[in-house]
């Protein structure tokens, strides 16, 4: 299934003809070329805030986002917005954000899985993107610092990274870039060289947990 026959009419939620008009725009973009250096590739790292939703459980209530590109921290190329009383229009914003670039966050199940869960709540389906789990991926590119899963605090301090807010999912989406530019230091120490690399080594490491 294609990028944009994910966001064909169904039994989803209504969106308005002009963010539909957006969600087609940003369908129609080039499938990101994953065997592009890494210095070649734009990643969109990102973060999600949460609030409780009323019945015991969580629901997205913001998201930020920042991007490395040519290997570099932009802090000019940046996104945040609160979902707020207009979720659909904050999601697609974010969509456009990221462009289809690689998706890196750190702890997929819960940032990756918040955000999937709100895209199809409001826009009625989940785009296929490509999403690199740093909790995942950093034990294989620094097997001398855990050779585990170990928590973004553990990492971050490991290499001297400041968490300034936790709270804030811009903040901690700049920590993550951070992190992300070590990953792509020890990634080039192994000759992983493309973000299909880091995605491939990703699924390895997946598959030996069982998971």
Same mark, same amino acid.
């Given at each position: 299934m294609n990028w944009l026959s994910r966001f064909l009419p169904g039994g989803g939620p209504a969106v308005s003809p002009a963010l539909q008009g957006e969600l087609d725009a940003v369908a129609a973009l080039p499938a990101p070329e994953l065997t592009r250096a890494h210095y070649e590739t734009r990643y969109v790292i990102? $973060?999600? /805030?949460? %609030?409780?939703? #009323?019945s015991g459980g969580q629901r997205l209530s913001g998201v930020g986002a920042v991007a490395? $590109? @040519?290997g570099l921290l932009r802090p000019g190329d940046a996104f945040y917005a609160q979902? *707020? $009383? &207009?979720? %659909?229009e904050a999601l697609v914003a974010l969509l456009k954000f990221?462009?289809? &670039?690689p998706v890196v966050v750190f702890n997929a199940p819960f940032n990756q899985g918040i955000i999937e869960r709100a895209l199809e709540q409001h826009l *009625?389906?989940?785009p296929e993107l490509d999403w690199i789990d740093l909790m995942v991926l950093m034990p294989s590119l620094y097997p001398e610092r855990s050779a585990g899963l170990a928590r973004m605090d553990i990492w +971050?301090? %490991?290499? #001297?990274?400041e968490r300034l807010d936790q709270r804030s999912a811009? +903040? /901690? %989406?700049? &920590?993550?870039? @951070? +992190?992300?530019q070590v990953a792509l230091a020890g990634a080039g120490v192994q000759g992983l060289a493309t973000p299909r690399d880091l995605l491939e080594t990703q699924s390895s490491r997946k598959w030996l947990r069982g998971s």
């Open positions: 990102v $973060n999600a /805030e949460v %609030a409780a939703d #009323g490395i $590109n @040519q979902l *707020g $009383n &207009a979720p %659909a990221i462009a289809r &670039a *009625g389906s989940v +971050l301090a %490991a290499f #001297g990274i811009l +903040l /901690e %989406a700049c &920590a993550v870039a @951070q +992190l992300h």
